[in-house]
């Protein structure tokens, strides 16, 4: 503030006058703006290409925004071995529960590519086994094929699908030593490579009652739900926009139809994305037969999946 001249009143009262200097407040320019955004869009390239990537899954909002929690957790942590603070490790093993056709393998997938841009994994890769790939048919196999398997992971991640599968053989199964197997390696070697487990909800619940020590080893327990309609159609579309084809209005209707009756029937063996991809290269089949007996069409004739094309 600036003071005006001094006034004595009669009564010998001063007055001061103040005003006001005008505001200095600093405002960047539009070039500062752009150059700072783009400073922090080139900070987070890695967040931005993942996100990009998610955006065309459909559904799955639980494990995208874990992915964004565990890019920013990564990030803090950087800072903070710059400013000379701790910065433990965390251990990454996941569960994935949900029916088939709900995207698990497809994310574990892109876990992995994001893990190797973020230098948490090295390689990044995906071994993906089942029961008959871990269980051995004598005793001290199962562990020797666990311990290669787990091996082959290093740097990357172990994908187990159907998990609950390795209890199913009751006390004397081999399916118990593949898992006292993991277990001892999930410890051991809790930051070399990421194991996740999937399988159905239930199935999964009942496996992890069979170690104490499972339970407490999953940090990152990942629900995939059932995809509803909406969902599928748009799996549907994207499905078809890959492959240059696209459905008669009659024929999504039809499809449309379908897939409710359809999930209201076969609520608990459902195969959600699995099975519209199914029935999209079905019909792409029933297409090229009818065409090739039609012998005339043109580029929307080749296009454009018909409603008797769809055998549902």
């Known amino acids: ?18 005003q006001k200097k005008a505001s200095s407040v600093y405002a960047p320019t539009e070039l500062e703006w752009v150059t700072a955004e783009k400073e922090m869009s080139d900070k987070h390239a890695i967040l931005r290409e993942i996100e990009d990537e998610m955006e065309q899954m459909v559904g799955m909002t639980s494990i995208k925004k874990i992915l964004k929690e565990i890019y920013a957790w990564i990030s803090i942590n950087k800072i903070r071995e710059e400013k000379g603070l701790k910065a433990d490790k965390q251990v990454l093993h ?32 995906l071994i993906e086994v089942e029961r008959g790939d ?63 487990l999937a399988g159905y909800s ?12 499972l339970t407490s080893r999953f940090p990152i327990v990942v629900d995939f739900p059932d995809y509803n309609v909406t969902e599928l159609m748009g799996i549907t579309a994207k499905i078809l926009a890959e492959r240059q084809y696209f459905l008669s209005q009659e024929a999504e209707k039809r499809l449309e139809e379908h897939l409710h009756t359809k999930i209201e029937q076969t609520r608990l063996n459902f195969s959600n994305g699995r099975y519209v991809r199914n029935v999209i290269e079905k019909s792409i ?28």
């Open 1 to 18: 503030m600036e003071h005006q001249p001094l006034t004595v009143k009669k009564s010998g009262q001063i007055n001061i006058v103040l």
């Open 94 to 125: 996941m569960m994935f529960k949900g029916s088939p056709g709900t995207g698990k393998t497809t994310m574990a997938r892109l876990i992995g590519k994001l893990f190797v841009k973020m230098n948490v994994l090295t390689a990044g890769h």
């Open 134 to 196: 871990l269980v051995g048919e004598y005793i001290g196999h199962t562990a020797l094929k666990t311990r290669e398997l787990i091996k082959k992971a290093h740097g990357g991640i172990l994908f187990i699908d159907e998990a609950y599968s390795l209890g199913r053989g009751g006390e004397k199964d081999f399916g118990r030593e593949a898992i006292d197997t993991l277990v001892k390696h999930m410890e051991d070697k809790q930051h070399e490579f990421v194991l996740i």
């Open 202 to 213: 239930l199935e999964m619940g009942n496996f992890l009652k069979m170690n104490p020590g």
């Open 285 to 312: 089949r029933l297409q090229a037969l009818r065409l090739l007996k039609q012998d005339q069409y043109d580029r929307q004739d080749l296009m454009m999946l018909r409603t008797c094309d769809l055998q549902l």
